[in-house]
């Protein structure tokens, strides 16, 4: 009758324990015998379907090296592409900002970016609530041309060429 208490199952007295010099050092090997009848239950269609795995391989490592070429690509363009962007969004801000990096600074670039080009709405917006915000930011007003004129006149001397000079071109003094 089984035992209850360990399970159901009670073990031999008789049944010596097993020692680790009693248990086998290494695996069996399979005989050549063993790997024969191996060969002979796959028949010789192993052959081709060898041929067809090695092929199959083969072409997955030609996609493969091409999928791993075309990211390569694609990441090059990318960035080329950001490059792009980011001086463009740069040119824009420039007529509103001293630096324009600031405006980068503080938002992304994927914020002026509309179906795939520059919003040059957003860039100018984005660029006068900055101003807004932080007025030191803004470009200096462009100077009139008279108030260089004037202020060119008033405020230096032109040179005139010396005496020597003026004998040598030929001018009177």
Known sequence: MPD???GGWVADADA??????AMP???????????????ERLGDDTDV????????RSEARGLRTRAQEAETERDTLRAA????HR????RLAASELRDPRDLLDRHQLDDFIVDGSI?????????QALIADRPHLAAAPPVSPHRQIARSKGSSRVPRPSAHARRRLGRPS
């Open 81 to 84: 592409l950001d490059a792009y």
């Open 49 to 56: 379907d060898m041929y067809y795995v090695r092929k199959l």
């Open 16 to 21: 010596p324990a097993p020692t680790p010099n």
């Open 119 to 127: 919003s040059v709405d957003a860039v100018r917006t984005a660029a």
């Open 25 to 39: 050092r290494r695996r069996p090997q399979p005989t050549q015998d063993a790997r024969a009848g191996v060969d």
């Open 87 to 90: 001086g463009e969004v740069e």
């Open 4 to 6: 209850t208490d360990n």
